[in-house]
């Protein structure tokens, strides 16, 4: 079961890109990357998710390198309703066997 | 189209006292989770189900029990409540797993607190 590392925190101002690395260096070779989104007194919600190389959607982008022992994920332009708890999670493949680490808070100020 | 629907929203219990919180899904989705966040930290596994009639242990099973006796409702049960188990409890849906990750996607959670 790989482990992920993250920033405990995160500070930003409003319309600067925010990038938020993960590391998971016991990464497993059919192991996807996804990341959660949570506002305080909310379900997580899921952001975006990846395999390798980069992956864009409307909300953000993620950033895997070769070797996938880490990811990042890029919020492009930030506002202050991005102010959030995001979480990277590893080996989402069998339900049961991946976990939530404590995540990074990320707060928006203007 | 509600999505994962957790009843009741908060609730205040005794200890020894017992409870069930109701998890509701309209997505027909086959797997089904609960979790427990506490503050600060992330959600922690308590129970899942791959589907109608099965269950599984997760990361912290001790003092819970789940039946998933339909395939749109997963039930989590305390039999004797403690002050430990003073928490926000998170209920989650998702496909089943397979070629590629499927979201889980959650519900607003149940606040509990236990005197």
């Known amino acids: 079961l790989a482990k992920t590392t993250q920033p405990i925190s995160m500070d930003s101002y409003e319309g600067q890109e925010v990038n938020i690395t993960c590391s998971h260096n016991n990464i497993a070779t059919n192991d996807y990357i996804t990341w959660y989104q949570q506002f305080p007194s909310q379900g997580p919600r899921f952001i975006i998710q990846g395999y390798k190389t980069k992956v864009t959607n409307e909300v953000a982008s993620l950033f895997i390198p070769a070797d996938r022992k880490s990811s990042t994920l890029s919020l492009p332009r930030v506002s202050l309703s991005d102010t959030a708890v995001y979480y990277c999670l590893v080996g989402d493949r069998e339900a049961g066997k991946s976990t939530f680490g404590d995540g990074t808070t990320l707060t928006v100020k203007p | 189209n509600a999505g994962v629907t957790q009843t009741p929203k908060f609730r205040v219990l005794k200890t020894g006292q017992s409870m069930t919180l109701l998890c509701a899904q309209d997505?027909?989705?086959?797997?089904m989770y609960w979790y427990r966040q506490d503050p600060g930290m992330g959600l922690r596994l308590i129970h899942y189900?791959?589907?109608?009639?099965?269950?599984a242990k997760g990361e912290v099973p001790d003092g819970y029990n789940v039946s998933r006796l339909k395939k749109q409702n997963f039930l989590l049960g305390l039999e004797s409540a403690a002050p430990s188990q003073t928490s926000v409890y998170f209920c989650a849906s998702s496909l089943p797993t397979g070629h590629s990750n499927q979201p889980q996607h959650f519900g607003d959670g149940t606040r509990l607190s236990i005197l």
């Open positions: 997505m027909n989705h086959e797997y």
């Open positions: 189900s791959v589907g109608e009639g099965t269950t």
